[in-house]
């Protein structure tokens, strides 16, 4: 079981709370196994995404048939450690501009599950320090 | 292990009606510092606040029109009950639509009038 967390903020919604990005031991099992496609494929997906939901096209979207496959048929990538599963997921699953763009503090930070506060009285409040 | 590889599941008697299996599913703990008890096809979850939350798949559906199921509860000792809703809006009305990898949901108590974290929260995905 990942003793690590992702903490982080949205660039586009710096006014709300600080996120906890939890991974799934199930798919670091399989990161660490060697079972996933290149990053790309899935960057390749969201593109696409992206662009039906801002061409307003969202509601009729379907995947490319050939794109959505290569989840399953591109080559794997090989077993990667703790460290770099976590770093795939991260470019998976963060929004691109947390980790893709400058700015001017870092906008996520890998931590163990210990450095996340447990207390929920006030979690609207959560900001990450610096 | 071998995997199965079949286009469609059908009932063998009945009428053989087509069978629709999950294609994701996952169980969290919301409350402390949140967990995954178990899934299947989630590569994480994230806490995005207090009865606010998303998971991302493992690999994406075809399309974003799939259906969710989803329930929560709260064992903490108060008297509420929380029900799950699967397009989450923020604490400040901010809408956010499910994707082909991610789903948002927020969580409130019976009457509506509070956003909760449960202990128990399950969502599955049809597709």
Same mark, same amino acid.
């Given at each position: ?130 | ?44 979850? =994230? ?31 108060? =008297? ?20 082909? =990898? ?26």
């Amino acid at each position: 079981m990942t003793q690590y967390r992702v903490i982080f903020d949205d660039p586009d919604r710096l006014d709300e709370p600080t996120k906890v990005l939890v991974p799934s031991d199930r798919w670091m099992k399989e990161a660490m196994e060697g079972n996933l496609p290149p990053i790309s494929v899935y960057w390749d997906l969201q593109d696409d995404e992206q662009k039906a939901i801002a061409e307003g096209r969202h509601d009729k979207f379907e995947h490319d048939p050939e794109k959505y496959m290569k989840q399953f048929t591109a080559p794997r990538i090989g077993p990667l450690t703790e460290e770099e599963a976590l770093e795939y997921l991260i470019m998976k699953d963060l929004p691109r501009k947390c980790w893709a763009e400058q700015h001017n503090r870092p906008m996520f930070k890998i931590v163990t599950v210990d450095q996340v506060p447990s207390d929920r009285m006030f979690r609207n409040a959560w900001e990450m320090a610096v | 292990m071998s995997t199965l590889k079949v286009n469609d599941i059908t009932e063998a008697t009945s009428g053989g009606g087509k069978i629709w299996p999950s294609r994701a599913w996952l169980n969290m703990d919301g409350t402390g510092t949140i967990s995954i008890r178990a899934d299947g096809n989630f590569s994480s979850l =994230t806490d995005l606040g207090t009865g606010i939350y998303n998971a991302t798949m493992s690999n994406a559906m075809s399309s974003a029109n799939y259906s969710t199921a989803m329930q929560c509860s709260s064992h903490n000792g108060a =008297t509420w009950q929380n029900h799950a809703f699967p397009i989450a809006y923020t604490q400040g009305g901010t809408r956010r639509d499910p994707t082909t =990898t991610v789903i948002y949901w927020h969580q409130v108590d019976v009457d509506g009038a509070a956003y909760r974290d449960t202990n128990h929260a399950m969502v599955q995905v049809t597709i």
